[in-house]
């Protein structure tokens, strides 16, 4: 087993040297100084698992047409597990003002098309490859995403009961965290990063991300509820029970307590909705809510 001292300067020989990382709950990100490559380090959750992911989506993504940096090198070892990405030219996308958003949007769009192709046989669950163990069904794999303290709370047997429709919707390849930053443009050029999350569903569990970020990321710097710009989403597919999932999720993944701040009310009234605009609004009043109750986002 090399030890962490010849890994290190292993990578930061072949690949480095890399400036500061970049610290997020789940990751560790730094430049090499020269601009040439991306090391980022999983940490948090199932840190070996995530990297596999990506690093096998990566090359699958590529085969379908989309602009993603190939893995440079990755590895389990005594850093952790990690992996080195070429670094690409190019402007994250940005949702600070209506054209960005437009264009932001577009490019969804575009990403789209090639993305979730029709495919055959694919099951449920998460990655890409084939041999992956998935989930019964679209429902049960969103289901499975909560902690098991959320099959006791009042929402639980309403929000299941209204996910059910989504079990016939075609399971298709997703990028699991569709969001600006993640959309690199360089001129006629589109990247997109960040494949750990990748998976196999309904399509729509990608449009939810985009909008359910775009609401959330909106409201947190203080853009009140009715000026978020939901008539530009509106093209984007739409289920009503899978934004309610979404937002749960959200506050799944917050402090302990937070789940609790949602009633069950507010689950059925958003599961029910038929309309994607008034979805959307009543999507970004509960959020506005939430933050106020103090919910970190
Ligand atoms: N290959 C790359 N070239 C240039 N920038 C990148 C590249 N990969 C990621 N980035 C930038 O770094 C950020 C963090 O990388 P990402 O893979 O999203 O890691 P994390 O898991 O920390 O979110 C991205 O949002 C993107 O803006
Ligand atoms: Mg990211």
Not at 143 to 167: H, N, Y
Not at 178 to 188: A, I, Q, S, T
Request: proline share 7%; charged share 20%.
């Amino acid at each position: 087993m090399r030890s962490t001292k010849t890994t290190e300067s292993w990578i930061e020989q072949e690949l480095g040297p890399f400036g500061p990382a970049a610290i997020k709950p789940y990751s560790r990100t730094r430049f090499a100084t020269d601009g040439s490559a991306l090391l980022k380090v999983y940490v948090g959750i199932d840190p070996e698992g995530r990297r596999l992911r990506e690093a096998a989506t990566v090359a699958r993504a590529a085969l379908r047409g989309i602009s993603v940096p190939a893995v440079l090198a990755t590895g389990n070892d005594e850093i952790g597990s990690w992996t080195a990405f070429p670094v690409v030219d190019g402007t994250p996308c940005s949702v600070g003002t209506h054209n960005a958003t437009e264009e932001y949007i577009g490019y969804v769009v575009a990403v789209s098309d090639r993305l979730h192709r029709p495919t055959a046989g694919a099951n449920p669950g998460s990655g890409w490859a084939a041999w992956r163990a998935g989930s019964a069904s679209s429902r049960q794999f969103l289901l499975d995403q909560f902690s098991p303290r959320c099959r006791w709370l009042p929402w639980w047997a309403v929000l299941r009961e209204a996910l059910q429709p989504i079990d016939s919707h075609l399971v298709v390849h997703l990028h699991g965290d569709l969001k600006p930053e993640h959309f690199l443009v360089d001129g006629e050029l589109l990247h997109v990063v960040d494949w750990e999350a990748s998976a196999r569903g309904p399509a729509v569990l990608d449009y939810t991300d985009v909008v359910f970020h775009l609401v959330r990321d909106l409201l947190y710097e203080g853009v009140p509820p009715g000026r978020i710009p939901v008539d530009l989403v509106t093209r984007l597919p739409f289920s009503g029970p899978v934004l309610a999932w979404r937002l749960l999720l959200w506050l799944d993944r917050r402090r302990p307590q937070d789940i609790d701040l949602v009633t069950t009310r507010a689950v059925y009234r958003l599961a029910a909705e038929e309309q994607a605009a008034s979805a959307y609004m009543s999507l970004a009043q509960t959020v506005a809510l939430l933050r106020a109750a103090g919910v970190p986002r």
